[in-house]
């Protein structure tokens, strides 16, 4: 069945960062779970960039020149040049050969001096041999890392600037901030010009768009007007550091240029001089691994350089010049030279408002991380590897492809905006907008060659580093399934593979596994999966149902025959456990285990249900019949032992009358009665579970529960969770989604924490509880997965 995405809506995309509306932080390069570059600030110009999984500094500068006047126009302005001096006892260690070297002039000074001219020197320690000493018989050692201890009063110890940010106090006024599904846009008034900044990341779904996803790569337009009606001269510098490529300002950087291709401006790299081992990037939010590649348009000049020089090149009014020709030093160490890949070009803005493109085309920034996973020793490497023969060919394709890939991105945003728009309004559209590239930005293509596959592997970031998780591939399998079922099942074979002993492990539990490993490695062995029996089971089940029809054509089952004993078995499993799971963890396991969860019976439930689909799919009606019966029987033993008044219970038979959770798990039922409409039913579906019990509970929460940004994820506490809540706001009534939109924009405009959408927050005060940059934000777009 056809994606969503070039079936184009007739509405035009409408910007999520409207006036009246504040981003928590704004993405920028959005693209893998180790390339996540961030603004958490209302103007791109008031803090340094940073790593969406945990807000570390990740310095990405922009600045714009108009008739010889510079603005910073993202990143900080730099601090003093001077280096850092102070007294101390240098711990020995890290010297350059030949040291100590005894100075004509026995000062502190020429010991800098001598450091300043010597290309691998970052530090300097100037004192006596031994504390105590004669101080007319100094010495001057030279350092190559600053990163030293100090401690008493001994010896003159300097450390070089860091070239840390822009040097230009003079920022240009941002006009505003647009977020949309693939693209972000500022705009600037610079001097007698405006300056629009367009960052996109092509999470573009279909066969047409294919090579575009798979290039790790993220783009960077400029295009500048005249503001005042007159001609303007205007140029435009950017760098990005290794901070991109490294887990620490410290860790040395290997760099390069590549040979020039025809069109494209001089590609240049870095990349940890010793990257870091599959085993050491095992759960870490950033690595020291992967090579970073800048190309461009053959309108700009590209470079690798020192950014404490190349800056100040820009900065004074001179255009750098383009090669790795500017590093006034052999250092590799970004804490202390800052090599940076840098673009810049210039073009003469006409008189009137009409506008030019500077450069004549784009800067793609992009990442090599080759190989990509480590699955149970098997090394799967890109997708894009399949395609293009080195990361300079697909850095450069980036390039060259980039007005077809952007216009196909502006079309994907008006459609995806335009649908919000219908569905839910200004609320709905902007939430959604602030979701798209969060979600799809912790997966990443790769291929493996044993099953002649592409394969959508995801990190769950923020919350464990899990890899290929099954219930944060759950809340965000409506943006999944709704925008890409053939993604969405890229993402399940990974765990159906290992579930279906398709590797070395031997795998030997009745019920779904919930991971792989920590990312980017797979190597569990089934003892060690976090447990979540009925949980993972029941969804595998209903995602699997989902893509039935969505992939299938009707006429022989879909799924691949080879993983029909493995259905069957998790079939039995839940006609065992689903009416009464026990003790169990859930999805939301920072809870614990709570027993006989009756949120996650509903799940199970649904789930036999969902089996019966699949059977009915492989000409099976006995066996389906059987399990719809069974699902029905086991939703009156629900009713009977959680109703409570005028609610259904946290638990079965729970002594605390007025407990109760959200039942969010009911959106799953209605998605798997709307999935063969052709609109969405305006009536709850009555399969397993009654229409009537379904409603009763959604009322509660409008009625009794509803706080300031939202409904609490169960009664003993005030917490929300935003996936949760988006599934129980698309099965209400129009109002009653619209409310939940309402408080979920709020939300994100009012909380005081500047990060990446939470998805865990409090409804009360909207403050983050936890979690930041997660994929499970997919689960807002459930209005459209229901057909809206």
Known sequence: MRSLVLALAAVAGIAAGEAGFRPPSVPLFARAPFYSVWSAADRLTDETTSWGANGASTEVVAAVRVDGATYRVMGQASGPDEWTVQLGKDIPGNDL?????????????????????????????????????????????????????????????????????????????????????????????????????????PFVPGEAMEAAWAREASMLDVSAASADGAAHDVAFYFDATADLVTDSIDTAVAYGVYPQSA?????????????QSFSQMQGQDRVSFGKLVLAASAGWSTGLASGRVVRRVFASGSTPRGGQSIFDSGSSTPGTDNPVLWASASVRVAAGGAASSVGGGTIALAMSFDPAFSYFGRLLRPYWTTLYSSDQAMAEAAVTEHPAVLAACAALDANITGRLQAAGGDDYRIVGSMAYRQSWSSTTPVWDP???????????????????????????????????????????IPLMEYANNGTDVQYNLAWAPHHLGKYPVGDIGPSQQEQMPVEETAFMLISLAYLEERLGDGKDTWLPRKYWPLVDTWGEFLRAKAEIPGLELCTDDFLGPIPNNTNLAAKGIIGMGAYARLMRARGNDTVASEYEALAVQYTKFWQDHCWALDHYQLKYSDPALLSWSTKYNFMLQQALANINQ?????????FPFASSIIQTEL?????????????????????????????????MDKPGFLRVMAALRAFLNDTPQRVPFSDWYDSISGDQRGFRNRAVVGGVFARLYLGY
């Open 263 to 275: 069109g494209v401006a001089t590609t240049g790299w870095m990349q940890a001089s010793s990257p």
């Open 699 to 731: 009322d509660y929460y409008n009625n009794h529960q509803f706080n300031k940004y939202g409904v609490p994820l169960y009664s003993e506490a005030t917490f929300a969770k935003a996936d949760w809540f988006s599934f129980i706001g698309a099965i």
């Open 678 to 686: 052709t609109k969405p039913s305006p009536t709850l579906a009555n």
């Open 450 to 492: 044993a099953t002649s596959s592409r394969w959508l592997m995801l990190k769950e970031i923020s919350s464990g580093s899990d890899s290929q998780t099954s219930d944060v591939i759950y809340p965000a399998f409506p943006l999944y399934g709704w925008a890409d079922p053939a993604a969405a099942w890229q993402m399940l």
């Open 97 to 201: 050969p030949g040291m100590p070297v005894s100075l004509p002039e026995n000062k502190w000074e020429a010991c800098q001096q001598k450091c300043n001219a010597t290309g691998a020197c970052s530090a300097w320690a100037f004192g006596p041999a031994g504390c105590g000493g004669d101080p007319q018989e100094a010495q001057c050692w030279l350092k190559s890392s600053s990163g030293l201890v100090m401690d008493n009063s001994c010896r003159d110890f300097g450390t070089r600037p860091t070239g840390r940010g822009f040097p230009a106090n003079t920022t240009a006024q941002q006009l505003s901030v647009d977020v949309l599904p693939t693209r972000t846009v500022y705009s600037f008034r610079a001097g007698g010009a405006v300056v629009n900044l367009t960052f996109t990341t």
